[in-house]
């Protein structure tokens, strides 16, 4: 039995006022699985990123979730539906505390009771977080940062979780915990689409993956295939 498709890009064209950084991106997202975006730097991964989460509008193609369109929906309408994205740099608000962090995830949520639920289990999850509640989201280290950043885009139980670089500026220690996360997140049934400089990491975790050069995606393989394609990792992944 085939996985349900729950994310399906096909030919998308997008970029910023008249720099076009999507020529045609095709990709699609089932669930239940982990895929890889790889490429170089400016290859348009964040783009891709940001046109599925809703922040920028594809010019043309079509973008579906679970079979509906969802060109030019607005970002909060997408999570919503179940798409939740961990930006690059974590983008964490370093005056507020942990906490205060983590709630924010959970901005949608009406129920205080709810809220508190979800808050419970987050810090369930990252204990170094639930110690460092009180404490300005600022003062964390780059690895906790991550984890913040993790914990608060989980807060809306997203079907699907799109994560930018998750191992940008971390030790290969702290990156290869971020992974174990990503692992474990993904144990409990939740789909990820993971943007991600390390190919070796990003192939650890995922089951296939796409490699996007200038706005294309130039191939489509499992990681199995791709970690003995020696070719295509140092001509695109300078592997
Ligand atoms: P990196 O790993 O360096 O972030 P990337 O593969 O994620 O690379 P993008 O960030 O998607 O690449 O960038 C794709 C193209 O879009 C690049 O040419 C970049 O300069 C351009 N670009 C990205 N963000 C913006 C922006 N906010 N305004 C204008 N151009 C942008």
């Not at 914990?151 to 979780?161: D, G, K, V, Y």
């Amino acid at each position: 039995t085939e996985a349900e498709v729950l994310l399906d890009l096909k030919d998308v064209v997008a970029g910023y006022g008249n720099l076009t950084a999507l020529h045609g991106v095709s990709l699609n997202v089932k669930q239940g699985e982990v895929v890889a975006l790889l490429g170089a730097n400016g290859a348009g991964k964040s783009t891709t990123l940001r046109t599925i989460s809703g922040l920028i509008k594809p010019s043309a193609g079509s973008l579906r979730w679970k079979g509906a369109s969802i060109v030019g929906n607005a970002p909060e309408k997408i999570l919503r539906l179940g798409v939740s994205h961990c930006p690059e740099e974590r983008h964490v608000w370093p005056e507020m505390t942990v906490a205060e962090n983590v709630e924010l995830g959970g901005y949608l949520l009406k129920s205080k009771t709810e809220l508190q639920r979800r808050k419970d289990i987050a810090f369930h999850r990252f204990p170094r977080l639930k110690e460092r509640a009180g404490q300005l989201a600022g003062t964390l280290s780059g690895g906790e940062q991550q984890m913040l950043a993790i914990a608060r885009a989980l807060m809306s139980e997203p079907t699907l979780l799109v994560l930018d670089e998750p191992s940008l500026g971390l030790s290969p220690k702290m990156a290869f915990e971020v992974f174990d996360v990503v692992r474990e997140i993904n144990s409990h049934g939740v789909s990820i689409l993971l943007v991600e400089q390390n190919v070796h990491n990003a192939l650890s975790v995922a089951s296939r993956a796409y490699v996007l050069e200038t706005g294309r995606v130039i191939a489509e393989k499992s990681s199995e295939s791709l970690l003995n394609d020696p070719d295509l990792l140092s001509a695109y992944l300078g592997g």
